[in-house]
């Protein structure tokens, strides 16, 4: 089997109050991701691109719908079983980063290792942070790194757990150019053994880095790009913002 998620024609709604009607946010999404494959989402600031995200890992349970991770259909576990399940095979970087504020940055990622894998590989962890040059200040804490520093930190900790799935909400949002291109390139990498990542991005030259590009707009999948070129997801996402 070449896929590792699938999504049957998930719909995410969020109920308003009495007055007001529910939120339809997404409309039903099918996709696959497969496995070695880098898949990029983009799509216009309230798409759905991160609800999706959310509901493609069982962050968030859809409205109605299907999501199936590696042969699991994860609307069928309950919530031990889902955070169980997500240990053990996804990790996401988060938009917001989500990084424990009283822990170090080393102890962000070794924490994370610990509860995917039982046990802190301390090598490892600093390679991680090694990787998004992070070494040499590993023992601040989030609120003593920079913005750009806290998303490398959230990047390191995905990577180190090593997940068959990463999911990484717009992971160069806070970053420089420089450091934007090298956490890409790791994200890119990281599909060379089978693994997958998907990402949402409203850098276009990032969104072209993926294997597929997924259109979004209005919680629906509005176009699919293979490989595309940079001008192609820009002729792509400007197609769907007028029509
Ligand atoms: N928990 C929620 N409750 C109500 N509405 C929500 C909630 N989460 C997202 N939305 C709405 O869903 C739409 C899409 O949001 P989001 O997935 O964050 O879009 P994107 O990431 O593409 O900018 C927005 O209109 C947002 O206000
Ligand atoms: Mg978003």
Redesign the pocket.
């Known amino acids: 089997m070449n896929t590792i998620l699938e999504t049957d024609n998930i719909t995410r709604s969020?109920s308003g109050d009495r007055r007001t009607e529910p939120?339809h946010?997404l409309k039903g999404i099918s996709l696959k991701v497969r496995k070695g494959e880098m898949l990029t989402i983009v799509?216009p600031?309230?798409?759905?691109?991160?609800?999706?995200l959310q509901c493609m890992s069982g962050l968030d349970a859809v409205t109605s719908g299907s999501v199936t991770i590696a042969g699991t259909a994860i609307g069928e576990l309950n919530l031990d079983q889902t955070a169980a399940f997500r240990r053990n095979n996804i990790a996401f970087v988060f938009q917001a980063y989500n990084l424990l504020p009283a822990f170090t940055a080393f102890d962000n990622v070794a924490l994370a290792m610990r509860m995917s894998r039982g046990s802190v590989d301390r090598a490892a962890v600093r390679s991680a942070l090694q990787s998004v040059d992070l070494a040499d200040v590993s023992d601040r804490r989030p609120g003593q790194l920079s913005g750009g520093q806290q998303q490398r930190v959230a990047i390191a900790r995905a990577l180190a757990t090593s997940p068959h799935l990463l999911f990484a909400d717009e992971p160069t949002g806070a970053l420089d150019t420089e450091a934007g291109s090298r956490v890409l390139k790791l994200l890119r990498d990281y599909t060379v053994d089978g693994k997958s990542v998907v990402m949402?991005t409203h850098d276009l030259e990032a969104a072209a880095l993926g294997d597929r590009v997924l259109v979004?707009r209005d919680g629906q999948i509005h176009g699919e790009l293979i490989s595309p070129s940079v001008s192609q997801v820009l002729d792509a996402v400007e197609h769907a913002r007028r029509s």
């Open positions: 969020f939120t946010v799509g600031s309230g798409s759905g691109k991160s609800t999706l949402v979004l």
